[in-house]
């Protein structure tokens, strides 16, 4: 659906100039403006604009952060306070840039329980979906880093948890995570790295990004009824002015939505203890991660006992190796996402099974989040374990099972078919 | 094709799963008390809401108390005298104000510091050198800074009530847990046992007793504006002024919020309107 030929007709002598040296207004208009998409796009698939124009935001506000804040353990809490409360308009850059990026991840979880629904990775879009996955890991590993820059105490112990993480890998742990921390423990030189990279991984991102979207315009979108577009005249509309515009609506309603937490509720997404100054030598209550790691956190959490041969004392992963192979394996499992899913229907519109399943995995992996800000003991361990369980047997029995043993509805022959039938379904008078 | 089940008895078995196991555990841990052990209590503020102002005569009155008995023991670091015409004080009374304070300079051309009157640039001198000292004259406990408190503190709302603040603008978990703390003192109940030189109360959320006495009392501090003389209205004007030490951009953010908002509302209709009209040419 690329398009095939180009359209571009440069208009005057200096396009028609640069056209045969850098045909990049060419590119432009091939890409944002003539790209064909399907017609029958619905809200949903507004995400991924609004995904771009976040990212952008985190980066510019970012970028004006990084010119006032300082990364030493000395001056790191100071200058955050120093930005909120003398920098002109600091106060509002910051609260943008850290509720930007809660606001990141919930239309980063949209767009991917969006393409779940629609089957948005199957055959030929699997390259498509394993670069939006690198692209999820580059943001988790950035939103943490971030995290740890205003030095309060969940930046400290948050650090001091998730990079423990790494001491749990056999043999070679402890030089690792010493190797990343630049230490024995989390510390000034911790917090130059993590200043360094948070400010180099958007930048990465970005990258990954334009060969997500590179990919997108190779296979060209999915649509609501995962049927391939047949007929470019009938079912496609040119980008602009028809995405752009939804786009734009898209993007001006999830900004309301910015917007409603940035003024009126900016620490309703923070802990109250990262206000108070990183301190070694006092380990706050609960330590919990920001909302959006949530769910990862409690399926770490969950593996509270050791796999060890059966009828012996010997131990082949013990717990803590265990969470975490847990929690990289949840994460992981969506690479292979595209070959779990063993049916040949996309969309979950004509997949009675799959949808419900869909709803099911949904709201278990809420509750996971749910349950990861809950204290590791007593029943919540045990739930977490149940649905931890239920969060893997999803991709490694249910879809696999599910493409076998459902029958799917029938899917209409084309876009254009589906389009007109619900049109005049529509047009029907109530009875 | 039979759904194997319907969508909503799916869901319900998740949610029955998870709620049912988590809630038969968490009845059996009921030996260890959580903390707090009542949830604060929910003040009205001035500054609450998405129109909420300062109530600069509270303010003023929370600096008097914070100056004539909270600032025998507690810093606050991040603010300078200067920052107190967010107070409502005016050029020539920030500059009173400092210069009712000694701060130390230096080093001179000699190499030695020396002690000044303190000027409206000047941070506000907390009572301690430094933590060690404020530890050893408060037997062993170091009273918290009061610059960021307000924001530091805040007890769990918990489900549901955590959803319903989105939508009621609820934010004012600090000034209401540190109103309710000031004002909560009392006695022990007798199965509840405090340690040596601690207080009892039951909104401190780290745990049944804290080792601050009850700071105020009714009296404690002399009102020149006609305002009550009581422990409640010292406890809510001093934890009104600690939300402004937290947040002293808090009225210039909200209503900055009210101008994007009613911005974006409009430029979100007119989107609506003109993609209604891009769509309504799409021929068949």
């Not at chain 2, 400092?98 to 080093?107: I, L």
Request: proline fraction near 7%; include cysteine.
């Amino acid at each position: 659906m690329s398009g095939g030929h180009s359209e571009y007709n440069p208009s005057n002598g200096f396009t028609k100039w640069l056209d045969a040296r850098l045909p990049l207004p060419r590119f432009v208009y091939d890409s944002f403006i003539a790209y064909p998409v399907p017609r029958n796009l619905n809200g949903w698939y507004t995400f991924g604009a609004i995904l771009a124009i976040m990212l952008i935001v985190q980066i510019i506000t970012g970028v004006v952060l990084a010119m006032h804040y300082v990364a030493s353990t000395a001056g790191a809490f100071n200058s955050v306070e120093f930005i909120m409360r003398d920098v002109n308009y600091g106060w509002l850059m910051r609260r943008l840039h850290a509720n930007g990026a809660s606001m990141f991840f919930f239309a980063v979880y949209i767009h991917i329980f969006r393409g779940m629904y629609y089957g948005s990775y199957k055959n030929p879009r699997e390259v498509l979906w394993i670069l939006g996955v690198l692209i999820f890991l580059l943001m988790m590993a950035t939103a943490f880093m971030g995290y740890v820059l205003p030095w309060g105490q969940m930046s400290f112990w948050g650090a001091t948890v998730i990079t423990g993480f790494f001491s749990a890998i056999p043999l070679v742990g402890t030089t690792i995570q010493e190797w990343l921390l630049g230490g024995f423990a989390v510390g000034n030189p911790t917090l130059n790295r993590f200043f360094s990279l948070h400010y180099l991984l958007p930048f990465m991102i970005v990258g990954v990004v334009a060969l997500h979207v590179w990919a997108l315009h190779v296979t060209g979108q999915t649509n609501p009824t995962g049927v391939e577009v047949k007929n470019m005249k009938k079912e496609t509309v040119p980008f602009t002015p028809y995405a752009t515009i939804k786009d734009f609506l898209g993007l001006s309603l999830f900004f309301i939505v910015f917007a409603w937490f940035v003024f009126y509720l900016p620490d309703y997404m923070g802990h109250p203890d990262n206000y108070i100054r990183a301190n070694s030598l006092k380990t706050p209550a609960h330590i919990v991660p920001e909302w959006y790691f949530l769910p990862f956190y409690a399926i770490l959490r969950a593996i509270t006992f050791n796999i060890s041969i059966p009828f012996t004392d010997i131990v082949l992963i013990n717990s803590k190796l265990g969470g975490v192979l847990a929690m990289v394996g949840s994460i992981a499992i969506l690479f292979v996402l595209p070959w779990l899913d063993t049916s040949k229907v996309r969309s979950a519109s004509y997949r009675p099974l799959y949808k419900q399943f869909f709803w099911v995995f949904v709201v278990v992996s809420v509750l996971l989040g749910w349950l990861g800000s809950k204290p590791a003991d007593g029943g919540y361990v045990i739930a977490a374990q149940i649905l931890t369980a239920y969060y893997f047997a999803h991709f490694l029995i249910i879809l696999p099972w599910l493409g076998w043993y459902e029958k799917p509805k029938q899917v209409p022959p084309s876009i254009a078919d589906a389009v007109l039938k619900k049109k005049s379904t529509a047009a029907q008078p109530a009875e | 094709m039979k759904p194997i089940f319907s969508k909503l008895t799916g869901l319900c078995v998740v949610v029955f799963l998870a709620m049912g196991v988590s809630g038969a555990f968490a009845a059996e841990e009921g030996e260890t008390p959580h903390y707090p052990i009542k949830k604060p209590r929910e003040a009205s503020w001035s500054f609450a809401g998405p129109f909420g102002k300062w109530d600069l005569g509270q303010l003023q009155r929370g600096y008097k108390v914070y100056t004539e008995v909270c600032s025998a023991c507690h810093s606050i670091d991040l603010i300078a005298f200067r920052n107190l015409s967010g107070l409502g004080y005016s050029e020539a009374q920030v500059k009173a104000i400092a210069a009712e304070y000694e701060v130390t300079d230096g080093p001179d051309e000699d190499g030695e510091m020396f002690e000044r009157t303190a000027v409206p640039s000047d941070r506000i001198p907390g009572p301690f050198a430094n933590d060690e000292a404020a530890k050893a004259s408060n037997g062993g406990a170091l009273p918290p800074d009061f610059s960021l408190l307000a924001k530091a503190r805040g007890v769990e709302r918990g489900f549901p009530l955590f959803v319903f603040d989105v939508f009621t603008m609820y934010a004012e978990n600090g000034p209401d847990y540190i109103n309710s703390l000031l004002t909560g003192y009392q006695e022990a109940p007798t199965h509840i046992e405090i340690s040596e030189g601690t207080y009892y109360n039951p909104y401190y959320v780290a745990g049944p007793s804290l080792a601050m006495a009850p700071p105020l009392d009714d009296g404690s501090v002399t009102y020149d504006d006609g305002a009550p003389e009581t422990l409640d209205q010292y406890s809510k004007d001093v934890s009104a002024f600690m939300m402004w030490a937290a947040e002293p951009f808090l009225v210039t953010r909200k209503s900055m919020g009210f101008k994007v908002m009613i911005y974006l509302l409009i430029f979100s209709l007119l989107l609506y309107l003109t993609k209604k009209k891009i769509f309504a040419g799409i021929k068949d």
